[in-house]
Structures are given as C-alpha cells and as structure tokens.
C-alpha cells in the first residue's frame, strides 16, 4: 500500500483511493474513511469518545458551552453552533433557535403551536421548539 499526502489549496478534504480492483479490503478502507466525516469527538466526566452523527438527537449551547445528546447521554463538545451549522451544512441537521441544532431523522412529530412557533416531538419524546426566527426556514427545508 502506498500512501501519499499532498497539500493543496483547497476548502474541502478530498480522498482518493486507486486500485487495481474494488475488493472486500477497499470497500473496508473506503467505509472506514467516510466514517471520520461522520463522528464528532465529545467528553463526559473527564472521558473522550467518538460519537456517530446518526446517534446524535439535537445539540444544544447553554452558557457558553456547547452539549450533544444522544438516547442515553449528555456530552460536552468544543465546537459552537455556529461552526456546527458549517460543519453539519450537507447532514440531516437544521438549526431550530439560537440555542438548538436538531437531528431531522430523529424528529417524531411536528405541531404548530398558537405562538407561531412549533412543538417538535423527538424519537424519544423529548419536546423542542422551533423558534418563530427559524421557522420559515425549517418549513422550506422539510417542505412543510
């Protein structure tokens, strides 16, 4: 195997894999590859983790601090929102308030709400809203 880095000028990270022929070892190096687009690194307790985007239900920034949770945990990530919303840009993930980046694929229900905000009901029963600001984009975005 012969590996070579070369550094360009360029926004985006981009991977080639050349071989004479696509078998089971590639598909596993490619498989392997898009996975690190696919985690963010988050602590709880001191402890480090990789956490897979599909298991990540909403983020949320409280006090400067940036929270990821997922059905069983609450973990602390170094990213802010706003460089979430970059990195997240081509994901199923879509800004709801100031404070909140939610999971698409995780979202049970959606009701409007007399407020003209609207009341998201996540997978696991969790309630969020949508705030009137973000409303408008969120429709377009889940053609609602």
Known sequence: MDIQIIEHIKETLSVVIQCNKIDDEVMRLKSHIESFDNKLYAQKDGTQFWVNLS????????????????????????????????????????????????????????KPELNRTILVTLCNGELLYISRKYVPFVRKLLSI
């Not at 802010?80 to 709801?96: A, G, H």
């Open 55 to 110: 298991e990540v239900l909403y983020f949320e920034s409280v006090d400067n601090h940036t929270f990821l949770y997922t059905q069983e945990d609450v973990m602390e990530i170094k990213q802010r929102l706003y460089e979430l919303e970059e990195i997240l840009s081509d994901k199923d993930f879509v800004r709801i308030s100031k404070s909140l980046i939610v999971n698409i694929n995780k979202i049970r229900s959606l």
